[in-house]
């Protein structure tokens, strides 16, 4: 597509509910980024995924989360049993990786998001 | 490792006054640095970015940044504000061999009074 598409745009859940956000890169980009903004906060690292390379899951803040993605493109964010803390919009990055450079060489596209709110 | 820190979380400029907000970044290799601008309800925009070559790097809507090394920072300056730029500003660094994994600043919300 022509952008990096996020589903859904919003989701409310209870506490305790599992949840699954989607993630649909640029078709070709090899890199998947997953960030999260809390209210006021700046952007946190989640995981970080490259090719058939093992993900980089250092910014996952619970084993409630985890991530996969299926056939190096559309990627599923799954967080168990959802807190509070939990409520934030979870961004999703794809780019072309080159060299060590990373996404730099070619920048990053970012998605919208999908603001989660659990009460 | 790698941080960023953005100095001032609010800004507040006078329409057609200097608007400059500050980025001093830390890393352990040579770095790339970005500056993205996020507008209400909206995802994150790329208004310039630095990897390697001129320390002068000019982006989008007048906005215009210098990479200084020895004071590492990467402050983000446009000479006459306009009400349009009212948004929230992140700066972000990554480096070589970092696996492009971008680290961000907490940003800085930009106010443009008329």
């Known amino acids: 597509g022509a952008g990096v598409s996020q589903s859904p745009s919003n989701k409310v859940t209870e506490k305790g509910k599992d949840v699954e956000l989607r993630c649909d890169p640029i078709s070709g980009h090899t890199a998947l980024y997953w960030y999260r903004q809390s209210l006021g906060q700046g952007l946190e690292f989640l995981i970080y995924f490259q090719g058939n390379s093992a993900p980089d899951k250092s910014g996952l803040p619970s084993d409630r989360f985890s991530a996969e993605r299926t056939g190096g493109s559309v990627s599923t964010l799954t967080i168990q049993r959802t807190q509070q803390e939990d409520s934030a919009v979870y961004l999703c990055?794809?780019?072309?990786?080159?060299?060590?450079?990373?996404?730099?060489?070619?920048?990053?596209?970012f998605g919208s998001g999908t603001r989660l709110t659990v009460v | 490792a790698q941080s960023v820190t953005q100095l001032g979380s609010h800004v507040s400029v006078s329409e057609g006054a200097l608007v400059l907000l500050r980025c001093n970044y830390s890393s352990s290799v040579p770095p790339y640095l970005f500056w993205y601008v996020q507008y209400p309800n909206q995802g994150l925009q790329l208004l310039l970015k630095y990897t390697t070559g001129a320390t002068l790097v000019k982006g989008i809507n007048g906005f215009e940044a210098e990479f200084k090394k020895s004071e590492t920072s990467f402050h983000l300056t446009k000479p006459s504000a306009h009400m349009s730029d009212a948004a929230e500003y992140f700066c972000?660094?990554?480096?070589?061999?970092?696996?492009?994994?971008?680290?961000f600043g907490q940003g800085t919300e930009l106010s443009v009074k008329p």
């Open positions: 990055a794809s780019s072309l990786v080159r060299g060590q450079g990373g996404g730099a060489n070619y920048g990053y596209t």
């Open positions: 972000a660094v990554t480096g070589y061999n970092q696996g492009g994994k971008l680290i």
